[in-house]
């Protein structure tokens, strides 16, 4: 990672700042802003699995300097609505892109759209959608605004704005097709919409494989996430404290967007308001502050593919053990009666499986995978392929095989 890391600040030093068409070329911007991902992994990496503060601190602050490289000369700032971000057939214009992938009809496109549109779809779970916070910048253990998860219509109301953009306002457990025009169901009841551009889903590049939304690559919403757990974990080490002016340039940029309350530090806990709070689901090991930053950023990049990776860093896999934690495997709250067809029959699915006999919350696998459990800390590396380790053995290398496999 030494070798990673100049690599990036020699090229940091020398790639133009502007080159070509913006958004679709290496520039500065990009560099700094993957620069700031890579020692972000490295530095916690460092300090959660293997207590080396020295290399955390050396990683982290230059994690937290190249995304301030990139807060104060890069240019970005949030032009379009969140939704935007993701499903815009142009993402010329949207100025919190810092990187994209261009696609165009005939030429090159993709099937995501169509994926989250028209075809059966693993739904979001029960966990990540009780993660957002309620509009006055609370927990839903705390807020006196959450209305329940009863109905949808609840699950949404007075949330982080980012829910109703991130999860379809209308639920489709599976069998449910034909009930909604033939939309696709999902396996959790919760169907994805943060994907889908609603003027395109019943035309020909919003189905099957002819889809032609831009996609973002690395965006500015994830450098501001970067630079803020950055500064906190320096705080955690003791290197630089974390201060209230980290979360105002960071966090409370993207709060301002979705007008939610600003996060405040106080001490090691986190506030709204001028007011201490601690969620009753936090994890005793980790602090109100950083469950705080680390739910922001959770709610940020929701199925833009960090999570595992976010676990695996934080040394947080137990967090997937399902018999600890079995939200993870439940979905929507549903009761049957609601689901019969007016000529007889149901809109759900034999295999559909409730927490109840008539109503509950869907149990999206039934399989033995259900029982799914935290055992064995190898599963934080990748086993390396016996053909890989032979290939060095032939010319007389040794490279190990990682701890545990």
Not at 230 to 235: E, M, P, R, T
Not at 276 to 304: C, F, H, Q
Not at 380 to 398: C, F, M, N, V
């Amino acid at each position: 990672m030494d070798k990673v890391l100049a690599d990036l600040e020699f090229a940091a030093a020398n790639v133009r700042a502007v080159d070509g068409e913006k958004g679709l070329n290496v520039t500065k911007w990009v560099v700094l802003a993957f620069m700031s991902r890579y020692m972000l992994f490295e530095g916690t990496w460092q300090k959660y699995h293997h207590n080396n503060n020295a290399k955390a601190t050396e990683y982290l602050r230059k994690s937290k300097w190249a995304a301030k490289q990139v807060m104060d000369g890069g240019g970005y700032s949030f032009s379009h609505p969140y939704r935007e971000s993701f499903n815009s057939l142009d993402l010329a214009t949207n100025r919190e892109i810092i990187m994209y992938r261009s696609y165009v009809t005939a030429v090159i496109t993709h099937s995501l759209m169509s994926y989250v549109n028209k075809e059966g779809q693993t739904g979001v779970s029960k966990d990540l959608v009780e993660a957002y916070l309620c509009s006055d910048g609370l927990p839903i253990g705390l807020s006196t605004q959450y209305q329940g998860d009863k109905k949808i219509e609840d699950v949404l109301a007075n949330r982080d704005p980012r829910l109703p953009q991130t999860i379809n306002p209308e639920l489709r457990p599976n069998g449910s097709t034909g009930r909604y025009n033939n939309l696709g169901p999902s396996s959790s009841g919760y169907c994805t919409w943060k994907f889908l551009n609603d003027a395109l889903r019943d035309k020909p590049n919003g189905i099957s494989n002819a889809n032609d939304s831009d996609a973002p690559v690395i965006r500015y919403g994830e450098v501001l996430m970067n630079y803020a757990e950055a500064c906190a974990v320096l705080g955690e080490i003791g290197a630089e404290p974390l201060t209230q002016a980290d979360l105002d340039a960071s966090i409370n940029v993207l709060r301002t967007r979705y007008g939610m309350p600003h996060l405040q530090v106080m001490g090691n806990s986190a506030a709204v308001g001028g007011v201490a709070y601690d969620d009753p689901k936090r994890d005793n090991t980790v602090s109100g502050i950083m469950w705080e930053i680390r739910r922001e950023r959770r709610i940020e990049l929701a199925m833009e593919g960090f999570r595992l990776d976010d676990l695996r860093r934080w040394k947080k896999l137990p967090y997937l053990d399902m018999p600890s934690h079995p939200d993870i495997n439940r979905g929507a709250w549903i009761k049957r009666s609601e689901w019969v067809k007016p000529a007889g029959g149901s809109w759900l699915a034999a295999e559909v499986k409730l927490t109840g006999p008539e109503e509950g919350y869907i149990i999206p696998s039934v399989s033995s995978l259900a029982d799914r459990k935290f055992e064995h800390e190898r599963v934080y590396l990748d086993p390396i392929p016996s053909g890989q380790i032979k290939i060095y053995s032939d010319r007389k290398y040794t490279l190990s095989q990682n701890e545990g496999w």
